[in-house]
Nanobody
Framework: VQLQASGGGLVQDGGSLRLSCAAS????????MGWFRQAPGKEREFVTA????????FYADSVKGRFTMSRDDAKNTGYLQMNSLRPEDTAVYYC??????????????????????WGQGTQVTVSS
């Protein structure tokens, strides 16, 4: 599975961006998809994840109400709509995927170690 993240850029405080994560190599219809981010000097952190059937979506507290994750399995693509962006959202955003086998607890969605496939990252910069 190869993942290609895109859609990052420079936006002002309060602005919006939509990230895309296009998958190739196989269908991700049965896969968990997630987004993580890493700011300079910080560890990679969980942003959001969605279950294989879109039945469950998880968000970090810092982005709840502002970010929305979705997926279009017909296009083999996941999306991250980011609204009301803040300077502290500045980071490289990575999309990730996993078969989900072994995701026995919702806590697994939050752990980057549980994801087998990663995109290359896309830079999001929010200016104040």
């Amino acid at each position: 599975v190869q993942l290609q993240a895109s859609g990052g850029g420079l936006v002002q405080d309060g602005g919006s961006l939509r990230l895309s994560c296009a998958a190739s190599g196989r269908s991700l219809g049965s896969y968990v998809m997630g987004w993580f981010r890493q700011a300079p000097g910080k560890e990679r952190e969980f942003v959001t994840a969605i279950s294989w059937n879109s039945g469950a979506t998880f968000y970090a507290d810092s982005v709840k109400g502002r970010f929305t994750m979705s997926r279009d399995d017909a296009k083999n693509t996941g999306y991250l709509q980011m609204n009301s962006l803040r300077p502290e959202d500045t980071a490289v955003y990575y999309c990730a995927a996993d078969s989900g086998m072994g995701f026995w607890s919702s806590s697994y969605y939050y752990s980057p170690q549980k994801y087998s496939y990663w995109g290359q990252g896309t830079q999001v910069t929010v200016s104040s």
